[in-house]
């Protein structure tokens, strides 16, 4: 089974950039659709965005223009690209893999990592 560590969270300001990397492990990786969400304090995980093994993806509207989500299936890695960051992005930021198509539902998701906090000041 897959197993994912997410990195690159950290504080950057409003406006900026940041690029969110996860690792998996697993000899199956490129089978698997791969996930972002988040979470913010008090609130409930969100969809962010998801990349399919054919590299078909599919976004949140309120990231969609911003965000980019890729794999490469060499490195058994999948990144999100966040441009043009507001505050509201503030949350913890989880990836996830499932073995079937996309889906934007968590509990559709079958392996997740630990998270990674972004926060983006105002």
């Known amino acids: 089974q897959v197993q994912l560590v997410e990195s690159g969270g950290t504080l950057v300001q409003a406006g900026g950039s940041l690029r969110l990397s996860c690792a998996a492990s697993?000899?199956?990786?490129?089978?698997?659709?791969l996930a972002w969400f988040r979470q913010a304090p008090g609130k409930e995980r969100d969809f962010v965005a998801t990349?399919?093994?054919?590299?078909?993806?599919s976004y949140a509207d309120s990231v969609k223009g911003r965000f980019t989500i890729s794999r490469d299936n060499a490195k058994n890695t999948v990144y999100l690209q966040m441009n043009n960051l507001k505050p509201e992005d503030t949350a913890v930021y989880y990836c996830?893999?499932?073995?079937?198509?996309?889906?934007?539902?968590?509990?559709?998701?079958?392996?997740w990592g630990q998270g990674t906090q972004v926060t983006v000041s105002s």
């Open positions: 996830a893999a499932r073995a079937g198509y996309l889906s934007a539902r968590a509990p559709q998701y079958d392996v």
């Open positions: 697993g000899r199956t990786f490129s089978a698997y659709s």
């Open positions: 990349i399919s093994w054919s590299i078909t993806t």
